[in-house]
């Protein structure tokens, strides 16, 4: 009799646990069985869809480059005496841009100079010399065939002819050094003449005239004016679908309303294995219109399939 009520308490309980339970169980089975799982080919569709993109176009930006762009530095250290270009001025290859103070160099050179013309002329009397002494001696020797002279005469004559020689050829010597200090100053001097390395504009200037400058100080930057290219980098993907000669559009937000095109003029053949990308450089085709060095630029590739 007890054990038939533990059985009814048990069953109005636990009976109404066990159907919550089991409700809660059905729901969680129905709701992960509504709920789409992760799919893989969810995943790949995107890859896809960004693999198609990067084939079929690529857009690549950077700023606008020249060949010829540097610094122009001191070669030696001096007062500028004199400023020949001021920012913005044009310039070809060789146009002087500044001077150093070159007195001093100057006085020095035309000291040597002076020097050079003294020695050069102490070489033709010794060779002058060089030559009587020669004719005295063969001259002995034809005596001394001829038992006219002593032995001890000839010899005399001997030793004095070979004296003149190593005179001639030490004054030579002297005037072959003097000749190369003038040269070496000369050089000296050219670096005091401050000039264009090639044509195109001078687009800063750091010094002033009567400043110290030291050798190695930056003077001038200039920087020529075409023609304009972009160096960029691609996926190594890339590489093979990029060829040489190829043409590309190229526009730039500073001249919004104009189109450019630009050729492939060179393709890296290594791909960087640190970035797993290689570089391309392309130029400007025709004429630059308003495009000026260090414009930004943006490059569209387009078909890279």
């Not at 005596?143 to 001639?168: G, N, R």
């Not at 800063?204 to 400043?211: A, I, N």
């Not at 996926?235 to 093979?240: A, H, L, N, Q, T």
Request: aromatic share 6%.
């Amino acid at each position: 009799m007890q054990t038939g009520k533990l059985q009814r308490l048990f069953v109005i309980v636990f009976a109404p646990l066990v159907l919550t339970l089991a409700s809660c169980s059905g729901k969680s089975v129905d709701r992960a069985a509504a709920a789409p799982a992760p799919s893989s080919s969810t995943s790949a569709t995107a890859s896809a869809t960004a693999e198609q993109e990067g084939m079929s176009g690529f857009t690549v930006s950077g700023p606008l480059i020249v060949e010829h762009q540097l610094d122009v530095l001191a070669q030696r250290d001096g007062v500028i005496a004199e400023l020949r270009s001021e920012t913005g001025a044009h310039v070809r290859t060789g146009d002087l841009l500044a001077r150093i103070d070159d007195r001093q160099l100057t006085a020095d050179w035309e000291a040597a100079r002076a020097k050079t013309r003294s020695l050069d002329a102490d070489l033709k009397n010794w060779e002058a010399e060089a030559k009587v002494v020669q004719a005295d001696y063969e001259r002995a020797q034809k005596m001394w065939d001829a038992q006219i002279l002593t032995k001890e005469q000839l010899e005399h004559a001997k030793f004095k002819a070979e004296s003149e020689m190593w005179d001639v050829q030490r004054v030579r010597e002297l005037l072959t050094n003097a000749r190369q200090s003038e040269r070496s100053l000369e050089l000296e001097l050219d670096k005091t003449q401050i000039r264009a390395p090639f044509a195109g504009v001078v687009a800063r200037r750091y010094v002033r005239q009567g400043q110290q400058v030291a050798k190695g100080d930056r003077l001038f930057w200039v920087t020529a004016e075409g023609p304009l290219g972009m160096r960029f980098t691609l996926p190594e993907k890339f590489i093979g679908r990029i060829q040489k000669g190829q043409v590309l559009p190229m526009t730039t937000s500073d001249l919004a309303d104009q189109k450019f095109k630009v050729r492939v003029v060179q393709v890296s053949p290594v791909v960087d294995p640190a970035s797993s990308t290689f570089e391309v450089l392309v130029q400007l085709e025709g004429a630059p219109g308003g495009l000026r060095p260090g414009m930004d630029a943006t490059v569209r590739i387009e078909n890279m399939r």
